[in-house]
């Protein structure tokens, strides 16, 4: 554990982490997200991977320990972006026996102050729509929602009649796309778990295919095989509705693990409707709705609420 102070009447301490805190973060996030509505990670391994390419920061994460226990955590990823650096909420999971007392708020309050403290201009997050404790806490705390966004499951096998490709597919590693020319075929910016810098921070690089002429480039798609993430698809504009899309995602399907049974596409907009109609002719279905949201920072909580900074403490 890194820094720690008192969390008031909760009798808890509150502590920026450190990555020897792993093994409780693991172990607090497995408790606090068994009753979930959404299945979640459960083996270190992948949860460590997704950790890595969210960017967490354990600088920037908080936990709240009773005792020797840690009984809530805030994960905490780092980025940059044109306006600077700003923060993500990766999630903030707490131990179902330590709910209601207001730990999150409190967990919330002590991480904005030390990222104010830091120079970061914003913390943003997603919560599912149907979550509205939630949704309420992030709100009080000056969270203003950004967009709504739609993931979508699609079952693999994909029906044989999807086209090929055609001449001109290619598959490219990360470090080698040229993102600046494919983000301009994008109608609306990926979600922080997707974006060109979360593929690079991938502890197992994704699958890229595109497809160019002579002259430009007229679609690609991004794929994590093992878990069947499929991050971006973009089709420059020119090329749609001649089934370039729809050859892609098969192209892509064709790299998934052996045995997985769907693609799961997270974060498209519920406003991008031609997107999302594509998604439906595919076979894919709605699967969640979750809530962007946002807050520009300036020192939160209460009077007397606990404000990040080191003490004698160690691991």
């Known amino acids: 554990m890194g820094s720690h102070a008192p969390l008031g009447a909760a009798g808890l301490r509150l502590g920026t982490l450190r990555r020897s805190d792993l093994p409780d973060i693991h172990r607090t996030f497995v408790r606090a997200f068994a009753d979930y509505p959404v299945a979640m990670p459960r083996d270190r391994a992948t949860l460590e991977s997704l950790l890595q390419r969210r960017g967490m920061d354990y600088a920037l994460s908080v936990g709240a320990w009773s005792g020797d226990e840690m009984v809530a955590v805030m994960a905490t990823g780092r980025g940059e972006s044109s306006c600077g650096a700003e923060a993500y ?45 939630a949704r309420r806490v992030y709100a009080e705390a000056g969270f203003e929602p950004v967009r709504r966004l739609t993931a ?12 090929p490709p055609g001449e001109g597919l290619e598959f490219l590693e990360v470090h080698a796309a040229p993102w600046d020319e494919w983000s301009r075929l994008w109608d609306w910016k990926p979600s922080w778990q997707n974006s060109v810098a979360s593929l690079h921070r991938a502890v197992r690089p994704p699958r890229i295919a595109a497809v160019r002429s002579d002259t430009r480039w007229q679609g690609y798609g991004v794929l994590f095989p093992e878990s069947g993430d499929l991050a971006q698809l973009a089709v420059h504009p020119a090329f749609r509705r001649r089934s370039l899309g729809r050859a892609l995602v098969a192209a892509l399907a064709r790299q998934a693990r052996a045995g997985l049974e769907e693609l ?19 076979g894919a279905r709605p699967w969640i709705t979750q809530v962007e949201m946002r807050a520009e920072l300036s020192p939160a909580g209460p009077p007397g609420a606990p404000r990040a900074g080191r003490s004698e403490s160690s691991d």
Do not use: M
């Open 264 to 282: 799961r596409i997270v974060n498209v907009p519920a406003d991008a409707h031609g997107d999302l109609r594509f998604w439906r002719s595919l």
């Open 152 to 163: 979508l499951r699609l079952p693999l096998p994909l029906p044989p009649k999807e086209p």
């Open 89 to 133: 909420d990766i999630f903030t999971g707490v131990l179902p026996s330590h709910r209601g007392r207001g730990i999150a708020a409190e967990l919330l309050a002590y991480a904005r102050n030390e990222l104010h403290r830091l120079g970061i201009g914003s913390l943003q997050l997603e919560v599912l729509e149907q979550n509205r404790a």
